[in-house]
Each structure stands twice: as C-alpha cells, then as structure tokens.
C-alpha cells in the first residue's frame, strides 16, 4: 500500500493525478474517432504544431496556451481546407502544414535569447509540474468535449464510417470532419503538457486501437478505450513518479503493453476457435461394399464405365 499511498504525500501529485484522469478519458474517447477514420497521423502532427505556437507565444510575451491553442487550431484548419483539394490526400495536408508549423518552432528557439523555452517538458512531457491553471484548462476542455461528443454524436458517427451516405441524409460531412479536426487539436493541446509533443499521438491512438480488437460496436468501443486511456494515464503516472523517468514515455508504455496483452489474448482466442472448428468437423462415413466389389476410397471419385454401343 505504501507505492500507492506514498506519492500523496507530495501537494503536486495530486494535480497530476486529477490532470491525467481527465487528459486520460479525453484521448481514450477521441481515440476511438481518430482510428475509425484512419487519421491516426493527425494526432502526431498537431502534435508538432505545438511547438510553433508555444515558441513564438513566448517569444512574443503572451505565454504558452495562447500561441499552442492559436497554432494547433489555425493547423486544423488548414489541415482541412487544403485537403479538399482535387488530388491532395490529407495525410500529404498534415505533412505539409504541421512540419512547417514545428521548423518555425525550431527557428525561433534558436533565436530567442531573452526568454528561454523548456524544450524539454514539451517534447517529453512532465505531468508532475502540472499546475492549478493547467488543470482547469484541461477541465474546461473535457466539458466542452464531453457537449460536443453528447450533442453531435449522431453526424460524428455518420461522418466516421459512411461520409457520403452522411451527405445523403442531409449532414454537412464537411463541417463535422472539421470539427473533429478541432477537437483533436484541442485535446492535443491539453495533453501536450502531460504527454509531449513526441508522444501524444500514441495517446490518442492506441486506446481505439484496443477497443477496436475487442468489440464492433461504437457505444462499448468508446467505454473500453475511456478506460483504457484512464488506466493507462494512472499507471504510467505511477511508474513515472517512482520510477523518476517522463512521464508521457511512462504513460505510453503502459497503454502499449495493455495492446500488446490484448492482441496477443485476442489472437490465441481466435486460433483455439479455429482449432475447435477443425477437431470438430466430421468426415463424411465411407460406403458399404457390395459383395464381389471393393470399397471406393472416400477421396476418390467412382471409376466411369463406357457402356456398349448398340449396331
């Protein structure tokens, strides 16, 4: 009990725990959305857009939310409008506009002199310098995800598996996509600060990822992957406390094994139905001979008899 009661002992540890579970449950929920439509890379790459934003907000004198939350929603949105263009996929859309997001980063930390970034904490993440404004920013934005998730369900559902067959029933698929483009960005935004620029996409991948291997259905998909961005999030801020490593690579970590345990279990289980199947799969019972004439083997096909031809 002393690894579990230990860390509270420590005022900080605390806000970690409380910013893990609510950063948890939001990359769970949003991750099942991000697999569905295959748009893993989108997470990695607003990812990026962060740094951009923090070192030029910094740089500037406005901090950090302002210039990560004016970067990361001004990439979404070109995410968006250049991939509707006639032969651009939006995988070439986020190549493009988050990596030039990040080298603009990466110019102005270099050039700053006056004010210095912490390269590291964004880059790596460090749950446990999580502070009380942190914390109510990452509360405000899981209520706003939680109405936008409980109002639109329906079009967020509608737009992941079918887009067309939303156009015809009258949804704007395009303004959805936007939107879930805009929520990534959010909970990226958020989630950077406990996770890092590096590792947040797996965050937001892996928990639909499992859910995936383990139900069809959208309603337990989302259960399963809530739970496992909330497991995943207090066992990795468990392990990065005692362990003393980044807590994003902790958290990580823990939600691969968690896929790697499902995956293989789901794999044996499929191989035993298989097995099952085959042991039980009954030959068909062979002829009875006829006096004077031997058996025909089951495998082989009855011998073909000519028949004489009349004069």
Known sequence: MSWFTEPFAYGFF??????????????GALSVFVVLRRMSYIGHGLAHSVLGGVAVGV????????????ATLVSAVLIDRIA?????????AIGIVTTALFAVGIVVVSTMRSHRVNTEAILF?????????????????????????????KPLVFVVFDR??????GI????????IN????AVVIVSVRVIGVLLVAAAVVIPGALARLVSRSLPMMLLIATLVGLASSVLGLYGSFHLNVP?????????????????????????????????????PPAPVATSGSPAPSPHQPPAMTRTRESP
């Open 14 to 27: 605390t806000r970690a725990l409380l910013a893990c579970l609510v950063i948890g449950a939001m990359c």
């Open 59 to 70: 740089a500037l004198g406005y901090g950090t939310y302002p210039g990560a939350v004016v």
């Open 84 to 92: 509707r263009r006639r032969g651009l996929h939006v995988d070439a």
């Open 125 to 153: 993440g460090n749950v446990l310098g999580v502070t009380s404004t942190d914390l109510w920013i990452a509360t405000a934005c899981a209520v706003g995800f939680g109405a936008v998730l409980f109002t639109w369900f």
């Open 164 to 169: 067309e067959v939303a156009r015809v029933h």
């Open 172 to 179: 704007r698929a395009g303004g959805i996509e936007l939107l």
């Open 182 to 185: 805009l929520l990534t960005a």
């Open 247 to 283: 807590s994003g690579a902790a958290i990580v970590l823990v939600g691969a094994i968690l896929f790697a345990v499902v995956l293989v279990v789901s794999s044996l289980a499929a191989w035993f139905r298989v097995h099952r199947a085959r042991s039980t799969h009954r030959e």
